[in-house]
């Protein structure tokens, strides 16, 4: 397991476990949940992050063509629960050259997302107030996203499905053309075989520390 260097809710440094605490913690906020190294991807390490999280396991359904699971990464731990999750799949941009997609779900306040993107806070604020730019389907339900300005080279939206913000990044930034197709999403988490089907490809390292 790992942690960012600062709080992703105010970006002030954590305070490393000790005698008096197990837990990394900010001085504003309190034990800020650990991230999980993710492993080479798997069937059984998908079924086992399902089976522990709190939230959503989404994954692009089904998965554009030639693009393969290679990294499934969640955020805190068994005993107090899994808050956040983040997918990423590799695949071909539809304008050619490789390309990534990053999807978390997670409850808000984590800033799980906004961390790994460099943004401020840990919630996607003034964004969500302006219009949608794009729509994804999950479970049948269209759920609008709204574009978030990021000064990476990256494609970034986020919306709200059940009181779980779902955030995806596609990168590089000339591949989120992608996003405007109408993309589905499904929740791993109910999965039963499919799991085993889908395509695993060598892990990504979008997400380990920088």
Same mark, same amino acid.
């Given at each position: 397991?790992?942690?960012?260097?600062?709080?992703?809710?105010?970006?002030?440094?954590?305070?490393?476990?000790?005698?008096?605490?197990?837990?990394?913690?900010?001085?504003?906020?309190?034990?800020?949940?650990?991230?999980?190294?993710?492993?080479?991807?798997?069937?059984?390490?998908?079924r086992?992050v399902?089976?522990?999280?709190?939230?959503?396991?989404?994954?692009p359904?089904p998965l554009?063509? *030639?693009? +393969? &699971?290679?990294?499934?990464?969640?955020?805190?731990?068994? @005993?107090?629960?899994? %808050? /956040?999750? !983040?997918?990423?799949?590799?695949?071909?941009?539809?304008?050619?050259?490789?390309?990534?997609?990053?999807?978390v779900?997670?409850?808000?306040?984590?800033?799980?997302a906004t961390?790994?993107?460099?943004?401020?806070?840990t919630?996607?604020?003034?964004a969500?107030?302006?219009?949608?730019?794009?729509?994804?389907?999950?479970?049948d339900?269209?759920?609008?996203?709204?574009?978030?300005?990021?000064?990476?080279d990256? *494609?970034? +939206? &986020?919306?709200?499905?059940?009181?779980v913000?779902?955030w @995806?990044?596609?990168? %590089? /930034?000339? !591949?989120?053309?992608m996003?405007?197709?109408?993309?589905?999403?499904?929740?791993?988490?109910t999965?039963?075989?499919?799991?085993?089907?889908?395509?695993?490809?060598?892990?990504?390292?979008?997400?380990?520390?920088?």
């Amino acid at each position: 397991m790992d942690h960012p260097a600062t709080c992703p809710r105010c970006s002030q440094a954590l305070t490393p476990p000790s005698v008096w605490s197990s837990e990394w913690e900010c001085p504003v906020h309190g034990p800020v949940p650990p991230v999980h190294r993710a492993p080479e991807p798997s069937a059984d390490w998908l079924r086992h992050v399902s089976a522990t999280s709190r939230v959503p396991v989404w994954l692009p359904w089904p998965l554009p063509e *030639a693009w +393969v &699971v290679s990294a499934v990464a969640p955020v805190g731990d068994d @005993v107090r629960g899994v %808050p /956040a999750v !983040a997918t990423v799949l590799t695949g071909p941009s539809p304008l050619g050259g490789p390309a990534e997609m990053l999807v978390v779900a997670e409850e808000p306040g984590v800033g799980f997302a906004t961390g790994v993107l460099g943004l401020e806070g840990t919630d996607p604020g003034a964004a969500v107030q302006r219009s949608p730019y794009t729509h994804v389907d999950v479970d049948d339900h269209s759920v609008p996203l709204w574009l978030v300005a990021d000064s990476r080279d990256d *494609a970034v +939206v &986020v919306g709200e499905r059940d009181l779980v913000w779902l955030w @995806v990044v596609v990168r %590089p /930034a000339s !591949a989120g053309a992608m996003l405007v197709d109408r993309l589905a999403f499904v929740d791993a988490r109910t999965l039963g075989e499919e799991v085993r089907l889908l395509p695993y490809g060598a892990r990504s390292t979008w997400l380990d520390p920088q």
